[in-house]
C-alpha cells in the first residue's frame, strides 16, 4: 500500500529520470550500514532453496533482468533487495548515448512499459572496472549466504554492421570475462537497427560457436545463453532449439520484449503516440509462458530456461515454473509492484521465506 502511494507520485515524472532518481537515492541511503541492515531485513527472503543451474549456485530463483542497471552501479542495492542474480547491461564495446529521448513509457493501465532505449550504456570498460571492484569487495567481505550471481548481457554497437558483429560481442565476452557469472547474448531487443537479423541461423551460429570457441581457452569457462525474441515463427524457435542443441548451448533467456501492440487496454491512439520500441510487462505473460513451455516440451527439457516477461506475482512465477523454467527474472514487474517483489513472490512459493 505504501509503495503504491509512493508509485502514484513518481509516476507523474518522466519514467527514465524517476528511474535514476530512485536508484540514486536507493544507493545513498545503503551508505548509512545500519539504514541498508534495515532494510536487507525488510527486503529478503528468509528461506527458500538455493537453485543449482549452469554450474552455479544461485541463492534463489528470482533474478533482476538486463536493461535496469545497465551499467553495473547498483549491485550493491540490489543485493539489498533479495535478487538471487542480476543481469548487467546489455553491454556493447563502446559507449552510446541510445536513442533519442523520450524513450521510455509507461502504460499504467496493462502494467506495461514501451522502451526505445537502443543500448544506452557506459562501454564494457566502465562495466568491468565496477565489476572488478565488486568482485574484490566481496573477497574481503564474503556474504554468509550464497552470494548474488551476476550475468553479463551482452551486445553489438550500432554502428557495427551485421557482418562484423560477431567481433563486438567477442570484445564484450572477453572484457568481462573474468568478472561476471554467466553470460547472454542479446540478438533479440528491437531497439537497435537490423539487429533481429542476428536471430538467423547462420548469423547466431557464427557468434555463439566464436564464444563458444573462446571460453574453452578460459582458465574457467561461463556458461553462454542466448536471449530470443518473443516473436519469432514457430519455424524460427525450431532453428533456434535446433542450433541450441547441436552446439549444445547452456540456456535461453524467454524472452526479450515484443513489437506487437495486441490486446492492450491503453487506448490505441495514445500508444500510437508513444511510437516505436519493445513491449513489456503483462500483455507478455501468456506469449512468454506459452513459449517456455513449447521449448521446454519439444527439447524434453534438455535446454534449460530463464524465462522472463509478465512476472508480477507468485501466481506469474509458478506459471512460468510449471511450464518448464528453471530461474524466473522480472523487470517491469519490478517497477509496478516495488522493492519487496522478490519477498512477496517467495514467501508465498515457499511460505517459510
Not at 538471487?84 to 547491461?89: D, S, T
Not at 563502446?94 to 512499459?113: H, S, T, V
Not at 560457436?209 to 524457435?237: M, R
Amino acid at each position: 500500500m505504501i509503495y503504491r502511494l509512493i508509485r502514484n507520485l513518481l509516476f507523474l515524472f518522466d519514467p527514465e529520470q524517476v528511474h535514476y532518481f530512485a536508484m540514486h537515492w536507493l544507493k545513498l541511503i545503503c551508505r548509512v550500514g545500519l539504514f541498508k541492515k534495515g532494510l536487507s531485513a525488510l527486503f529478503q527472503p528468509k528461506a527458500g532453496p538455493v537453485i543449482a543451474e549452469f554450474g552455479l549456485t544461485f541463492r534463489n530463483s528470482i533474478g533482476l533482468g538486463a536493461g535496469f542497471d545497465k551499467n553495473a552501479s547498483y549491485l550493491n542495492e540490489l543485493e539489498m533487495l533479495g535478487f538471487g542474480f542480476v543481469e548487467i547491461g546489455t553491454v556493447t564495446p563502446l559507449p552510446q548515448p541510445g536513442n533519442d529521448k523520450p524513450r521510455l513509457f509507461r502504460l499504467p493501465k496493462d502494467k506495461a512499459l514501451i522502451n526505445r532505449m537502443g543500448f544506452n550504456n557506459e562501454g564494457v570498460e566502465a562495466a568491468a572496472e565496477r565489476l572488478k571492484k565488486w568482485s574484490e569487495r566481496n573477497l574481503v567481505n564474503p556474504s554468509p549466504k550464497a552470494p548474488m550471481i551476476i550475468g553479463g548481457n551482452i551486445g553489438k554497437n550500432k554502428i557495427t554492421p551485421n557482418e562484423l558483429a560477431w567481433k563486438d560481442y567477442e570484445i564484450c565476452f572477453l572484457k568481462l570475462h573474468p568478472w561476471v557469472d554467466y553470460f547472454v547474448v542479446n540478438v533479440s531487443s528491437p531497439n537497435t537497427p537490423g539487429l533481429r537479423a542476428l536471430q538467423e541461423k547462420d548469423a547466431l551460429h557464427q557468434i555463439l560457436t566464436n564464444l563458444q570457441g573462446l571460453n574453452t581457452l578460459q582458465e574457467k569457462p561461463k556458461p553462454i545463453l542466448l536471449k530470443i525474441a518473443p516473436d519469432l515463427s514457430i519455424e524460427q524457435t525450431d532453428e533456434v532449439i535446433e542450433l541450441a542443441l547441436q552446439i549444445q548451448l547452456d540456456g535461453l533467456v524467454v524472452s526479450n520484449t515484443t513489437i506487437s501492440r495486441e490486446g492492450l487496454t491503453t487506448p490505441a491512439t495514445e500508444v500510437a503516440s508513444m511510437g516505436a520500441g519493445g513491449l513489456s510487462g503483462l500483455p507478455l505473460k501468456q506469449k512468454t509462458t506459452l513459449l517456455v513451455k513449447y521449448i521446454y516440451e519439444k527439447t524434453n527439457g534438455k535446454i534449460p530456461i530463464m524465462a522472463s516477461g509478465g512476472i508480477f506475482t507468485t501466481e506469474d512465477a509458478r506459471e512460468k515454473l510449471e511450464a518448464g523454467a528453471r530461474l524466473l527474472q522480472v523487470w517491469t514487474g519490478f517497477v509496478y509492484e516495488g522493492p519487496a517483489i522478490v519477498k512477496k513472490i517467495y514467501r508465498n512459493l515457499y511460505p517459510n521465506g
